[in-house]
């Protein structure tokens, strides 16, 4: 999490450079660009696998299904290390309002050929539990499993927390069948078994097939 919560700024600049980039490009024909507003379909997908990664449960293995031009992403991912002595699971829902589409045909562009602009928010938990076992010899010459104390110790759950609301770029083959990318920078309240945790705008991101 500490390594985390330095990247916010670096991301938000990034999509600040790539949003202003695109607003400033060359005017291309009306065959090149074609800019739809939220009345019209926007994506003719219908479901998405990918990987994802983010804050708070939103990473691991992405599954989107599309409702026009609103979609819905479950992130999953369990964990097990330490020979199965710790094990942990990351969780997420993430809600994706489409609101304009941008077809970059044009060489000279920055954009890859297409480009959405995204409202998004999520929310989504990290739940860990470790445990250990030791065993203890009550003499130096009893080194029989039979003379020996196994200590069992299992750490209480715990859990990550958070909801998110913000703004995205969706890079790539949105409107049909491919692959595409998103990065986006999201407010953030983050809670864990302690009490409040803080609130920041951090990023996620995401890459995903979609058919």
């Not at 000279?108 to 959405?116: C, Y």
Request: aromatic share 12%.
């Amino acid at each position: 999490m500490p390594i985390l919560l330095h990247l916010p700024r670096t991301f938000a600049a990034l999509l600040l450079v790539a949003l202003l980039s695109g607003l400033t490009a060359r005017t291309a024909s009306a065959a090149d660009v074609v800019a739809k507003g939220y009345e019209e379909t926007i994506s003719q997908n219908h479901n998405g696998l990918g990987l994802s990664f983010g804050v708070g449960g939103l990473n691991g293995i992405a599954y989107r299904h599309y409702f026009d031009n609103f979609a819905v992403q479950l992130d999953v991912l369990p964990l097990i290390a330490d020979s199965g002595n710790y094990l942990a699971v990351f969780g997420g829902l993430t809600f994706i309002d489409y609101l304009v589409l941008w077809n970059k045909a044009a060489r000279s562009t920055f954009f890859p050929s297409q480009v959405a602009l995204r409202a998004i928010g999520s929310t989504g938990v990290w739940l860990s539990r470790s445990q250990s076992t030791t065993a203890q010899v009550p003499a130096a010459n009893a080194n029989t499993p039979q003379a020996q104390a196994i200590n069992n110790y299992s750490a209480p759950v715990d859990y990550f927390a958070h909801v998110g609301l913000g703004i995205g770029l969706e890079f790539g083959a949105i409107a049909q069948p491919g692959f595409s990318a998103a990065v986006d920078v999201q407010m953030t309240v983050m809670w864990d078994q302690v009490g409040f945790y803080g609130a920041y705008p951090l990023p996620s991101a995401s890459l995903m097939y979609c058919w």
